[in-house]
């Protein structure tokens, strides 16, 4: 038996109760989804290749920056329209070809501070619209991450989004507890350093107010996180404590499971492969990865481009020959292809290292 057993739809972007029944399994079956940032059709497809080769789910996610890339860079953004554009518009490419490489994919994005929320409110415009026309919304599920705000406002906005999502069976993914460093703008380089762990208490409050309102929601709660690659031992990650969370939500609802709660792993990049398998023996069905993965797609350009120097100084004219063309090396389809697969195998690591390998 595998993933896609437990699935209605077997390939393409799954919505609703098909995400649910996935990262039940994937509780169950002791692997995460590795969730890749990306920001263009090629770091797409070097996702959706890395996960059909290893035969596994994987989530595609675009952050509010992605998403403007999506869009174009001279695209103005002053009111979220380019990350709403470019998200709309990613979405719907990723829907397009999804299927044909054979996967469940979850499509969504990723962080939305406080300041961006217009953007997310455009996406659930479409959403809406989209569930009209085809009865499922355009995203799988969604980000919000209001861990910068007060604990109180942080469930109370959260639960307002999820009430919105709800009648579409959307999921929806909030974070509590800060991760630290940067990513798209925001920066937690500074923070104290006890706002990087989340209280068992915090979890328990959001799951009761979330619960009641849908199913669809996962956690993301800081036990250490922090965005970016840092020396070994600068980050203190406690997966344990998430055993704690889980623990703690169990007795106080007495669920008959020991694993309530949906978590999130965010700031995955530069952590250990045993911190991973710790993380997801607690329960994470998902984990973040981005700058790996950024570092990764260079490679393959920068090697290309260095190891090839001599035949993209100019149109015409290379080491076999004054006269002799260079196009078939400055083409961009060639030195992209380049970047996409040394991304594709940075992926398939993590598929290894997260147990999503061979899991359909």
Request: with cysteine.
């Given at each position: ?16 109760d098909?995400v649910?029944k996935l990262?039940?399994?994937a509780q ?15 770091t797409?497809?070097?996702s959706?290749?890395a ?5 596994a789910p994987?989530?595609?996610?675009m952050s ?7 869009a ?7 009111k ?8 709309i ?6 829907r397009?070809?999804a299927?044909a ?9 990723d ?20 569930f ?8 799988s599920?969604?980000?919000?991450d209001l861990?910068?705000e ?6 109370e906005?959260?639960a ?11 999921w ?6 800060i991760?630290g460093?940067e ?21 328990y409050?959001?799951?009761n ?14 036990f ?7 020396k070994?031992?600068?980050v203190?990650l ?10 703690f939500v ?9 694993k ?12 250990t492969k ?6 997801i023996e ?13 570092y ?6 920068r090697?290309?481009v ?16 004054d006269d ?6 400055f083409?961009?389809?060639v030195?992209v ?8 195998l940075?992926?398939q ?6 147990n999503?390998?061979?899991q359909?």
């Amino acid at each position: 038996m595998g993933a896609t057993d437990v699935l209605s739809r077997k390939s393409g972007v799954i919505v609703g109760d098909d995400v649910l029944k996935l990262f039940k399994y994937a509780q169950e079956k002791k692997f995460a989804i590795p969730a890749i940032n990306v920001t263009s059709s090629s770091t797409v497809v070097a996702s959706l290749e890395a996960a059909r080769d290893k035969k596994a789910p994987i989530i595609l996610q675009m952050s509010q920056g992605g998403a403007a890339y999506f869009a174009g860079k001279g695209v103005a953004n002053g009111k979220q329209e380019a990350s709403i554009a470019g998200g709309i518009a990613g979405a719907h490419y990723i829907r397009s070809i999804a299927g044909a490489y054979g996967i469940p994919v979850i499509l969504h994005t990723d962080h939305c501070a406080k300041k961006l929320l217009p953007w997310l409110d455009g996406l659930l415009d479409a959403d809406e619209a989209y569930f009209k026309e085809h009865g499922e919304p355009l995203f799988s599920s969604h980000m919000i991450d209001l861990s910068e705000e007060e604990k109180e406002w942080n469930i109370e906005t959260t639960a307002k989004y999820l009430k919105r999502a709800a009648p579409m069976k959307q999921w929806l993914e909030m974070e509590i507890g800060i991760t630290g460093g940067e990513e798209d703008g925001v920066n937690n380089e500074n923070v104290d350093n006890n706002s990087l762990y989340t209280q068992p208490e915090d979890i328990y409050d959001i799951y009761n107010t979330l619960s009641k309102i849908s199913p669809y929601f996962s956690i993301a709660a800081a036990f250490g996180n922090v965005h970016g690659v840092y020396k070994p031992g600068n980050v203190k990650l406690h997966p344990e404590l998430l055993g704690k969370h889980q623990k703690f939500v169990k007795d106080k609802t007495g669920s008959a499971q020991d694993k309530p709660i949906y978590l999130v792993f965010h700031g995955g990049s530069g952590s250990t492969k045993q911190e991973y398998t710790e993380a997801i023996e607690y329960g994470v069905v998902k984990v973040n990865l981005d700058t790996d993965l950024q570092y990764a797609y260079l490679t393959g350009i920068r090697d290309y481009v260095l190891n090839k120097k001599d035949y993209i100084l100019s149109q015409v004219g290379n080491p076999d020959g004054d006269d002799k063309p260079n196009k078939k090396y400055f083409d961009p389809r060639v030195w992209v292809r380049e970047g996409e697969k040394t991304m594709s195998l940075r992926v398939q690591e993590g598929l290894v290292d997260f147990n999503t390998a061979n899991q359909l």
